[in-house]
Each structure stands twice: as structure tokens, then as C-alpha cells.
């Protein structure tokens, strides 16, 4: 098929390099001029294994293409794949602007039941005006809409593309579908064909249950750690109901990243305009809110007033094997440690750069996790990169002043740290002194 991607950002790049390897003639339209260039010379501006290779792949193949012109882009294509983003207004709603401006730049140049695919996260409703706006303003003429929302992770993408779990084709128009099944038939994943409407929920039905998961097993890891017992064992447990099932059970320092946050609010917000304000999601705001505020605690607890102090911060990203610092739960964490008086040296192998637009001017970068914990009082990890989980339990003890470890990310078995010699603190489990 002739497919035009509308957005090189993490869902549309990864779709379009994923439909063109699968056989399809693909071309990506976006309107940063620099990150066009560097993908028709086969440079990814996001790093995801496997995508600089698919991409130089396909490039050679001819069979994916790059532009910042509309016209070329779009024009004699039947499928037209729109992945830009939907990122969050001051009131949390979804800003839909650059969906809509991209809406307006296709519409000049799209044929006679061109089918518009819409891969962005969406509130309800939208794809109905999606197709409205295009028809009003390519005068009329009559073009066909799908909702395929995305479920792929950043880390995984690649991956989670030709290996999802299933794909939700959403739509009036079964001739449409039908064309966008064929599509996806090669990925060889389950498919299920809904409505419009029930496709845009499903997306952020989805996400919403996967951080009401993550919210509701930090809430008992608290209690775990009241109750002197351990999440670890208490997630196994419940995990291995299979109606429950055993994934987005680790307890931690709170989700961060471009979806989550995002996406709850936007769900939120639509509720309370419909007059339906979702009550458990509120929670799951509240207790991922509170998971930065209960490491800050630990911090005080053991180590008194924290003026003067020095705090190693490991992991600054909001998850492992990215630099995304969106959302990312260091960055309360490490503002709440500053304001109580604290001074933070802080380590990402990979996300310091963004970090610094983002971080209070103070904070001392580490190019290692050695110089991040020289002479520090103690040390906090956020993200569980495993370039942390494999650091010597040594040499913890021989760069810190007070050997405390505060883990956020349960990086640790408590049989090795009970036998290391240093303080841990970590989520839902029982301290070692
Ligand atoms: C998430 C979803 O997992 C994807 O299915 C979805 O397509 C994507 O949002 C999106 O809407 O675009 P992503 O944000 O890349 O993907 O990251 P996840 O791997 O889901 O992690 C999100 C956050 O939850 C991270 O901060 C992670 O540390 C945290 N998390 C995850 C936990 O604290 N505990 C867990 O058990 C799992």
C-alpha cells in the first residue's frame, strides 16, 4: 500500500518504519526541517533498538521516504497515518492544536475516500470532528476515518510494534477497516474492530488501568511496610491470580513519562465536562503524587535536617533505556530534597542533558555513579537503570560518608543488603538498619 505518516515523533516514526518494513510504500511527513534531513540520512533522532537498522534498511529498499512538503507527501496516497502529538493544555484537557493544523495541511492535497487513520491518542469524539474538519475543508470531497490508537512503549517500540498484544481498528466505514485489517494483517496480531468512539476510550481506558495498577500497588506497599510485610512477596501473590495477572505490580518511586500523567489528566478532564468525574483515578493521581513525598520522608527520617547535606540522586529519566525526563518522578523528588536545604549530585547515563534544562540550576552533575556518591550523606535511586542495579555494593560503602541506600526502585534483594553493612530503605519492605 501508499501510506503517508503524518508526525515523526515516537508513534508515527517507529509506525512508519515498521509499515515500510513490512512491505508498504511509506512516506513520513513532518515539519522539522533538521530531524527530516537526519532521517533520509538514516539517523533516528530517539534512540529504540532496532530502528537505526530497520530504517537504513528500508531507506535502501526505496521504500520509505522523508519530507517536509505536504504536497509530495501526501499526494496519491490512499492511507493516510496522522501521529502527531496530543500533548496536555494548563486545565488538563488534550491540546489538539497540531493534530488539527496538520489536519488543515493534508486536506488540500487528498483524493476521493482517502482514508485517514488517526494513531494519536485522542479524547472521545475527536476522530468525528477529524473527518468533519478535512471534508469542510477540502471542500466537500468525502474521506473515510479510523481510530488506531498506539500501545507501543518507549524502550520497546520496535518491538512492541510487530509484537503487540492486539490492534484496535475503530471506524463506520467497513470498506476502510477492512483495508486498514490488511494493513496489519502481516504483524500477524489480534485484531478487534470496534466504533469510533469505543477505539478512542480503549486507549485511555488502557493506560488509565495500567497506572490505577501501579498506584494501587504502591498504596499497599505502604501498608506493607506499616504492616511489616513485604510487597515482593505480597505482588507475587496476587499476581499469580491470572485475572489479576502479574505485570505493572512493581511498586516505586511513582510512573512518570509523556503518557501516563498525560493521558489520566485528559480522561479526567473529559469525565468532569460530561458531568461523570472519575473518582478512582483522582486516586491514582493522588497516591503517584504522594510516592515522591514518602521517599523524602525516609530521606528526613534517617538522616534529620537535611541543610548541608549532600544527597547522591541515581536514575534521573522516568524509566530505563530512555533520556525522557517528562513526568519523570526525580524531578518533585529532587526539588523537595533542595527545598528542605539538601545539596543533590545527581547521575543518569543518559539523561543529564535534558535533566539540566529541566532540574533547579544547583544540582551537581556526575558523570559516574563514583562521583555522584563522593562523600555524600546518602543516596536515592529513581530510575532502575541496570548499570545501577550491577553496582558493587562496595563500593557504595567506600564512596559514602553515612552508607544509607534509599531505593525507590526495589533494585536490591534485602538477602545482599542485609548482609553488605549498609542502611536500606527501599518500598514496601522492611528496612535494614
Ligand atoms: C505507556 C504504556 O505502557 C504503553 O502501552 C502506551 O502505548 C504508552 O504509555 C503511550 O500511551 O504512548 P511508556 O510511557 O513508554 O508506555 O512507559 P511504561 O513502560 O508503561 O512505564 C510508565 C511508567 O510507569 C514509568 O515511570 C515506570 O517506571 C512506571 N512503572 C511501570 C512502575 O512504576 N511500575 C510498574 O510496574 C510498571
Redesign the pocket.
Known sequence: MNIAVIGTGY?GLVTGVCLSHAGNSVTCVDIDKDKITGLQNGRPPIYEEGLGELLQTNLQRKRLHFTTDYQKGITGKDVILLAVGTPQNDDGSADLSALFSACRAIAPHLHEHTIIVTKS?VPIGTNEQIKHYIEQAACGMSVSIIAAP??????SAVHDTFHGDRIVIGGEDSEAMQTVEELYRPFNIPIIKTDLRSAEMIKYA??AF?AA??SF?NEIANLCEHADANVEDVAQGIGMDRRIGN??????A???????PK?LSAIMSYGRKLGCPLSILESVQNVNERQTNILVEKVQKRLGNLTGKTIAILGLA??PGTDDMRNA?SIPLIKKLMMSGADVNAFDPAATEHAKNILPREVNYANTIDEALANADGAVIITDWQEIKDYPLESFKNHLADPVIFDGRNCFSLDRMSESGIAYYSIGRPTIH
Open positions: 508513534v491518542t498506539e500501545f507501543l512503549r518507549q524502550g488502557s493506560n495500567l495498577k501501579i500497588i505485570h505493572f505490580l512493581s511498586p516505586g511513582g510512573y512518570g513519562g509523556s503518557c501516563f493521558d522516568f524509566k518522578p
